[in-house]
């Protein structure tokens, strides 16, 4: 049933098509949402077999000899993830019935974009195959590329997709590096398999360090971290249900699931938690100062989703420092503490981007500034408003507030460590005041205050249909009841992530006024000082408090390399023919020569076979034309000769006993040498050129050159030849694959998709040629098209 859940968003994306081109007059959704719904009650009805510590595991070998299987996994914490791509996805889809429009021609697109996302989510976290893995890893990268540029007409949304694209990527290049060599050090793919070679030997070289930064760099791209993050503002030009899903709920968090899988590599490194706490720190600073200041509903969120994801990475990181200094409380309990925040978080981020949809899609706008009075016309979507923004900003009695509160007991348990981290414990509640800041200007700010018409301009009020308050007005409840059934689901996730299978869910305080709690009220009245004075009143938007740009860095980069290719363009890739051939010959021969003369000079073949009479007469003949060729400068001779050369190694190949190749080599010739001579018939009108002698010089110098290096190459090839492996499989296989004849086994069985595509293109050009007969047979053959 777990491959099951994966293939079942992508049957349903050749299913849509039918469903979009037979039924126009019923919204698309309202088939499609049935597919995250019916793959959520599974997870659902799998919830008690997981908390009772019963994982479900179910393998499917696919490349076996590669290392390639589709091993998927059900613990706790690929069923939180599981959970939340197929609830929220559900509800996602229900919020798009009202938001996107049935009569948009690219709406089947939108269904099976999402679809092959959601697959491809579910592919990471069940996944007990790190090959497999970074598959869907990729899958996730390329489907929110095409989401992120729904509304490709639009420059901002093809810049954005395409920034997306770029940073994820690189990410997961070096991700799938990191998974290699930790391949080559633990000898496996599997996932299990690893974290046990880990959990029983105590490898700390440099080759684990390098693969920990590689994975690190991935889940960075991914989660947006520090100087990573700048994708996930402009990835806002999506459609909302999009921004909702991928950047919420789903797809940022992609990087903290692959950091939560492999802490328990990595955790007994000292290295490994001091970079999640410091870039941890730098990117929850950065996107809740950033989100105070932004203007634009959506990116308020966006740069809020940065900051959340911080939080996550930097619990993920005292987690494991905790454990490095065997402190088991601390190690175990930020788990907890992490596994809950990333439950609320998605719950409450995805409901303020459907608001932010909501509010968008009834005036027309974004502009925080500008906004004002919606709850007149809005009130059930102000009332959601403040339950989910209350949440995020750590308000009791919301569940946001209990995951604030477990943060920062994890947080203080650095003052207990190190006195070097009282800078970072300062720095977290800085960024925990802007988080407290911009939750409260998404609250309440679009909502009070009276209504301008003056940013309608031209435009109407346009008020939302009831139906579009279902999807927020779900997750607005449930960030009020997340707390009461949390251990079902942060439980059995926490231990399937930490060395033990204890767990603590609390940590006990002596006092009932404790120093989370007088944190808490600090932060509520310093950010209720700073919402009033400076952010009701639109001042904030005076200031810019930006120190380092990452995105012009990320501007001019792409400049730089955008120019740099435009000048090995121009100078490389040019029509003329020879020059492109020239180029690559002399680039080919220099990797070469310099490769064996200069970095380790291999040894050549030494045992040389007997040469007969008629090779050594062949070559003669071979050599002879190819002089005659450059002293040639009749056309007719020069083809004939040219066609000698050809006939000759058709020779040479009947001399090695290769019939089949000396065939292809003399029909190829024959009909070259044919085509060659009617061109030449109707282009004996142009003037001949000669060349100059420079000319002809640099082409035997290529030549020559070209000529050395691939003997070097045949020359160390044979020398390190074993045909005692290839040669006596053939002959022992050749009657098993049911065949009498070597060649033809090999051929048909051995060389089977070599020569599938050689049919292949025999085929397409007998169909060309059948083609052309019948047009010059109706008398068309002087239109060229």
Sequence with gaps: MLQI?????????????????????????????????????????????????????????????????????????SLLFSLLITGIGTLVIIYSIFYMNKEDSKLHKFYIFLMIFMASMLGIVLSDNMLSMYMSWEFTSISSFLLISYWHESEVSRKGALKSLLITVLGGLCMLVGIFIIREITGSFNLTQIIDFYKNTSDKSNYTFIAMVLLIIGAFTKSAQFPFHIWLPDA????????????????????????????????????????????????????????????????????????????????????????????????????????????????????????????????????????????????????????????????????????????????????????????????????????????????????????????????????????????????????????????????????????????????????????????????????????????????????????????????????????????????????????????????????????????DKPKLIGNFSKIHYMNIIIAIGIIVCCIALSKMTNRIAIIMTSSGVGFMMTALYVTFRAPDLAMTQFVIESISTIIFLIAFILLTKNTKHIEKITFKFTNAFIAIITGISFIIVGLVSYAYKNPSIISPFYSNNVVPSGGGNIVNVIIVDFRGFDTLFEIT?????????????????KGEFKNEN
């Design 236 to 599: 806002m030009a999506a459609p909302t249900p999009i921004s909702s899903y991928l950047h919420s709920a789903t797809m940022v968090k992609a990087g903290v699931y692959l950091l939560l899988r492999t802490s328990i590599i990595f955790s007994l490194s000292y290295k490994f938690s001091t970079i999640l706490i410091i870039f941890g720190t730098l990117t929850m600073l950065i996107g809740s100062i950033n989100a105070v200041f932004l203007k634009d509903l959506k990116a308020i969120l966006a740069y809020s989703t940065i900051s959340q994801l911080g939080m996550m990475i930097i619990m993920i990181g005292i987690g494991s420092l905790g454990l490095y200094n065997n402190q088991n409380v601390i190690y175990t309990f930020a788990f907890y503490a992490v596994c809950f925040h990333i439950l609320n978080h998605a719950v409450f981020k995805a409901c303020l981007f459907m608001i932010a949809g909501i509010i968008d899609h009834t005036v027309n706008s974004r502009n925080i500034s500008l906004i004002r009075g919606a709850k007149t016309f809005l009130p059930i979507s102000f009332i959601i408003s403040i339950l989910a923004a209350l949440s995020m900003a750590g308000v009791p009695p919301f569940s946001g507030f209990y995951s604030k509160e477990f943060f920062l007991t994890v947080v203080y348990q650095l003052a207990n460590i190190s006195s070097i981290y009282y800078l970072v414990i300062l720095l977290i509640i800085i960024a925990s005041i802007g988080t407290f800041v911009y939750s409260i200007i998404l609250a309440f700010k679009p909502f009070l205050g009276k209504f301008d018409d003056a940013i309608l301009k031209d435009r109407k009020l346009h008020k939302p249909s009831k139906g579009f308050i279902i999807s927020p007005l779900i997750l607005a409840i449930l960030t009020l009841i997340n707390n009461f059934y949390k251990d079902y689901l942060v439980i059995p996730a926490q231990q399937s992530i930490v060395y033990n299978k204890q767990f603590i869910s609390n940590i006990k305080h002596n006092n009932l006024i404790t120093t989370e709690l007088l944190t808490s009220i600090v932060i509520i009245i310093l950010g209720l000082l700073i919402y009033f004075t400076f952010a009701n009143k639109n001042k904030i938007y005076s200031y810019n408090p930006v120190i380092v740009n990452i995105q012009e860095l990320y501007n001019k980069g792409g400049f730089i390399i955008h120019s740099v290719s435009k000048i090995l363009h121009d100078n490389f890739v040019t029509n003329r023919l020879r020059r492109n051939m020239s180029y690559i010959f002399l680039s080919l021969s220099a990797t070469i020569i310099f490769g064996y003369f200069f970095l």
């Design 5 to 77: 859940s994966i293939l079942l968003p992508l049957l349903a994306i050749f299913i849509i098509p039918l469903i979009r081109k037979k039924i126009r007059n019923v919204h698309l959704g309202y088939f499609v949402f049935f597919i995250p719904l019916v793959i959520f009650v599974y997870f659902v009805s799998k919830i008690t077999t997981i908390y009772n510590g019963n994982n479900i595991i179910s393998n499917l070998n696919f490349a076996s000899n590669v290392g390639l299987d589709l091993n998927l996994k059900l613990d706790g914490l």
């Design 761 to 777: 293109v025999m085929s397409m050009v007998a169909l060309i040629i059948y083609s052309m007969f019948k047009i010059m047979k």
